[in-house]
């Protein structure tokens, strides 16, 4: 390819608001589209990084004296000394993930594996890359360097993380979505780095996948570690217990037993930092299982031994209680809201919530993601860890009548009325009616905790006016009517409901009209 690649970026003098924070810092450079040779003879075109007030001179990543204004660089490519501005990532609080070859340069539209990525990044700034194929994530980051790229076939499709590392990442501003401000990123980083490799970021794999290369933890345990290397090293030996099924109070246990081990450095607050070291593995290992960044409860872990299933069974619905799916009891089954697609009038496809049942794989999948599962392994005489076994989730599903899951009623896509007469308006569960409020993307206006007069009649006039057109005979018809609707809307909320009845009268010519029969009200003893 001799001809210069495209370039696509959005207005450079105005970025996205997310982004507005990095123009304040001198952190920025320029970049050309450059071809070079590579090693193996191929020529391919890079983006070397160059000084911002002089885009002739190289900018060093390593080197702060060599960056500058985000206002330099931006002149320097209007005034076409350069293709494009960059943002120096070392020593910064910024973190990104490049997704490679994952967009269609003509629809934008990403490929599935991107597409889910997106989903897993909860809100993070996103943008197209200058080269049109890629797209970057970006967000606030203050964890260990990490630089690390995955391929994942011949493309080159891949993802790369980067984190306070000797790089800089080019800046298109061409947003997907929104994204006011950045949100921190540490947690999806590090995810990615262990769904990948089975390592922590940092270096410590907590899977102890290659045993050859690990460090020799007794020796660790009994005469601790050289000056400068203790804090990792506790860290790796903390990690290595918890890996093989050992709680956090065991583990200060067998390090108190040594006082020339490793636990000598923290003697005094010895549980404290084996607890904060231990959340910190299994914050990591349940992101890696679950694939999406870790929650701040803590992980439960349940043991299964033979003759305990009651006791494991119990365990494991309290740590699907804390997962926090959307998961509920209703008519002796256990369920849970999809969002599918349904016909509608003229051919046309919609969307609405419907309710199927739990099967036993799902509860399986979501069991091993709400509780870490550990086997005791007769060959290697440790704990191991399992995905939560079928006659778990059996012995759950089988339990109606016992199940502590919230009761639902239904769902409903706009605010309701209680009871007690109180209104709710926050989307989810509510737990005083059984209702499951879904707005899916709908707003609606604030009601008054203490509507007026004034407010009622003109909510009434609203509703008046869906039917305003309307031929009834008499205005008690019309009000008989107006009662029928208010009745379906807030039904649930009432003990009892008036039964309306209506009848169509003999129409004159070219002509017709309705009236209505008296509610009946049944007898109230």
């Not at 969002?339 to 199927?356: H, M, N, P, V």
């Not at 109606?400 to 409903?412: N, S, V």
Request: with cysteine.
């Amino acid at each position: 390819m001799t001809t210069k690649p495209r370039t696509y970026n959005a207005d450079l003098a105005h970025l996205p608001s997310a982004l507005v924070p990095l123009t304040e810092e001198q952190r920025w450079v320029v970049w050309p589209w450059e071809r070079r040779t590579t090693k193996s003879g191929k020529e391919k075109w890079t983006k070397p990084p160059r000084q911002a007030r002089n885009p002739r001179r190289n900018a060093r990543s390593n080197d702060p004296s060599t960056w500058g204004s985000y206002a330099d660089a931006v002149a320097a490519v209007a005034a076409g000394n350069a293709d494009g501005i960059g943002y120096m990532l070392k020593d910064s609080n910024i973190g990104a993930i490049d997704l490679d070859h994952c967009v269609d340069q003509e629809s934008t539209k990403l490929e599935p594996w991107a597409e889910q990525l997106c989903g897993e990044a909860n809100g993070a700034y996103q943008e197209i890359t200058v080269s049109g194929g890629g797209l970057r994530i970006i967000g606030i980051a203050s964890g260990p360097e990490t630089h690390r790229r995955f391929n994942f076939d011949r493309s080159g499709a891949g993802i790369e993380l980067y984190r306070n590392t000797a790089r800089y990442i080019t800046i298109s501003g061409l947003q997907i979505g929104q994204c006011p401000g950045l949100p921190p990123l540490d947690a999806f980083i590090d995810m990615l780095f262990a769904r990948h490799s089975g390592q922590a970021a940092g270096g410590l794999d907590f899977n102890d996948a290659d045993p050859q290369a690990s460090p020799d933890y007794d020796d660790l345990i009994q005469n601790g570690a050289p000056e400068g290397e203790r804090s990792e090293l506790f860290q790796a030996v903390v990690w290595h217990l918890a890996g093989k099924g050992w709680s956090a109070e065991q583990i200060t246990d067998e390090l108190a037993q040594h006082p020339n081990g490793i636990g000598a450095k923290y003697a005094d607050r010895l549980h404290p930092e084996v607890s904060r070291s231990y959340e910190k593995w299994r914050s990591r290992k349940r992101a890696a299982v679950t694939g999406t960044t870790a929650p701040n409860d803590p992980w439960p872990q349940i043991y299964i031994r033979n003759g305990e299933l009651p006791r494991v069974v119990n365990e494991a619905e309290d740590a699907l209680l804390l997962l926090g799916r959307e998961v509920y009891q209703r008519g002796g089954l256990i369920v849970r809201p999809v969002l599918s697609k349904l016909k509608a009038a003229d051919e046309r496809e919609t969307s609405g919530w419907r309710l199927i049942p739990v099967t036993r794989p799902w509860l399986v999948e979501s069991l091993t993601c709400a509780a870490r599962f550990l086997k005791y392994d007769g060959r290697s005489k440790d704990w191991v860890a399992v995905d939560a076994p079928d006659r778990v989730a059996d012995a759950y599903l089988n339990r109606q009548g016992t199940w502590k899951l919230p009761i639902l009623t239904r769902i409903t896509n706009s605010p309701f009325l209680r009871g007690d007469g109180s209104v709710c308006e926050r989307p989810g569960y509510d737990p005083a009616s059984g209702l499951l409020y879904k707005p899916d993307g709908r707003s609606f206006p604030p009601i008054p905790q203490y509507p007026t007069k004034a407010d009622a009649g003109a909510a009434l006039q609203a509703i008046d006016g869906l039917i305003e057109d309307f031929p009834f005979v008499s205005d008690a018809d019309r009000s008989v009517a107006l009662s029928a609707i208010l009745t379906a809307l807030d039904r649930h909320a009432m003990a009892t409901a008036r039964c309306t009845a209506s009848h169509r009268r003999p129409p004159a010519p070219a002509s017709r009209c309705w009236s209505t029969s008296p509610p009946y009200s049944p007898p109230v003893d």
